[in-house]
């Protein structure tokens, strides 16, 4: 009797043990490097772009990557080229030096509840918004700073300390995957990332699109401008009132600022972000998509012929406002501003 009691509750011990170590339904990534395992529950329902890149890139099933890289495992081998102490380890990139990618960069996915809150938060390198390609970092503790700004889509679950003792140059050896749960063996990463590839092209020809038509509806414009003396054109295409801001009117002004081949390259409007496919998901989070606060006659930093342009103009005036290099950056680059760039700006100055 003793002795079946002994195994009975030896089998109970046991299946105890086998619940205990179950892990719950998703996504679970195997990071094997030179210092051990670390284990990362992939956001898959959440994130679904930017795990199926991380998954089909380790198993060489990605099919938009550089030829040099397809049917490889993309990840294998590489190391962790970029580790600061309290901080981060990031690694995946093929040229070891931060500047590598595989063949293609896709956009970001920030959602709400996904924070840098913790320690063993896996997310995107990115150096802007929409350039992530396949380098990641794993934090060494809560970085909300960097909120926004990069796609979170993982936690570690187990494998901390390895994190932790990761130097510079360590390898990855091996990332493999286990799916839990049926929601999870649905996830099929190579269709969901050429699906969004697929629909990143079809956006991409509906973006030049628009761009090709607001080219043409600024040719149109600049030909009725009336040029001022200090050399940019102006079209009014709506009247406000015949009251003009005066020296030191605070004013606010909606703006919009292109390139003369359409391409929008900012905007106060989100609207007009969103239909020039241009959103900044940062941007837009942060409630940033407000008009200008602008001092009449101040000392702004602003280029020349944007306050030129808003000089010429009465409360509630919509206009165009075609701007010569000169008068803009000059033979500076700017962000997504060439150098010797002609300048267009669609302007509303509100009270």
């Known amino acids: 009797m003793k002795l079946f009691k002994k195994i009975f509750l030896g089998l109970m011990l046991i299946g105890f043990t086998a619940v205990a170590q179950q892990k719950e339904e998703g996504i679970y990534a195997r990071i094997n490097t030179e210092k051990g395992n670390i284990i990362i529950e992939l956001t898959y329902d959440k994130t679904p772009v930017t795990v199926a890149n991380f998954i089909s890139l380790a198993e060489g099933t990605n099919k938009s990557v550089d030829k040099k890289f397809a049917g490889k495992k993309y990840y294998d081998g590489l190391n962790f080229h970029r580790v600061i102490k309290d901080f981060m380890i990031q690694g995946g990139d093929p040229n070891g030096n931060g500047s590598g990618n595989p063949g293609y960069l896709f956009d970001d996915e920030f959602v709400d509840e996904l924070k840098h809150n913790r320690a063993g938060t896996l997310s995107m390198a990115n150096r802007g918004p929409a350039t992530n390609g396949s380098q990641f970092f794993i934090t060494h503790k809560a970085t909300p700073h960097l909120d926004g700004k990069h796609t979170v889509f993982g936690y570690v679950t187990e494998g901390q300390d390895v994190v932790n003792a990761i130097e510079q140059g360590d390898k990855i050896n091996t990332i493999t995957f286990e799916y839990v749960g049926k929601s999870a063996e649905k996830f099929k990463a190579q269709k969901v990332f050429a699906d969004y590839m697929k629909g990143k092209e079809k956006?991409?020809?509906e973006k030049q699109k628009k761009f090709s038509k607001n080219?043409?509806?600024?040719?149109?414009?600049?030909?009725?401008?009336?040029?001022?003396?200090e050399g940019i054109k102006i079209f009014v295409t709506e009247k406000g009132s015949v009251e003009k801001p005066q020296t030191g009117d605070k004013i606010f002004v909606d703006y919009s600022?292109?390139?003369?081949?359409?391409?929008l390259f900012d905007s106060s409007n989100e609207k007009v972000a969103e239909e020039n496919?241009?959103?900044?998901?940062?941007?837009?989070?942060?409630?940033?998509?407000?008009?200008?606060p602008y001092t009449i006659g101040?000392?702004?930093n602003m280029i020349k012929g944007f306050s030129a342009g808003i000089n010429h103009l009465n409360y509630g005036d919509k206009a165009l406002i075609f701007i010569p290099a000169a008068l803009g950056y000059g033979s500076r680059a700017m962000g997504s501003i060439p150098a010797n760039a002609d300048l267009v700006f669609e302007i509303q100055l509100i009270r």
Request: charged letters at 25%.
């Open 203 to 205: 956006a991409e020809k």
């Open 298 to 300: 101040g000392n702004q």
């Open 257 to 263: 600022g292109y390139l003369a081949d359409g391409t």
């Open 215 to 229: 080219a043409k509806r600024f040719a149109k414009a600049e030909k009725q401008a009336f040029t001022t003396e």
């Open 277 to 292: 496919f241009s959103l900044n998901l940062a941007k837009k989070n942060a409630n940033a998509y407000q008009p200008l």
